[in-house]
């Protein structure tokens, strides 16, 4: 299985939120800092916004920031928002599947069964898990001056 890069910037967007709670933060301070073009993350925090996981604010001291504490965000549940409408394999398409073994296939099952296990793992982890005590990220993701995430 592999993670497309929507999901994979969609997650340090998520993290590098994260590492600063209830704090705006604007498009080119996450570009930079997760290595991405700001013109594929504006897509991508649109989506989140759409989703509920980012709040965005417009205007001159506006940013983005979670939509929803850290401790409730599941991450199986972003990987499947992020990703829905993305087929694993040819033969899961609803259009453009060319395979001519789809009616007979047990492979298919044994991937669908495969994508459940993997999503089955996710839904134990909040995004909280993923941040919380990670000095190590805070300092990859957190600006220049920005005091670490207070420890409760």
Known sequence: MRITKRS????????FCAVQPGRLTT????????NTSESHLAQIINQLAQLGYLETQRGRNGGVMLGQP???IVIGDVFRDIEAGVPLAECFADVDNTCPLTSACRLREAIGAAAEAFFAHLDTITLDALVCDNIALEHILAPAGCVA????
């Open 8 to 15: 994979n910037i969609a997650m340090r967007v998520l993290m």
């Open 70 to 72: 850290a401790e409730v």
């Open 149 to 152: 995430r207070a420890k409760a």
């Open 27 to 34: 498009k080119a301070a996450i570009a930079a800092r997760c």
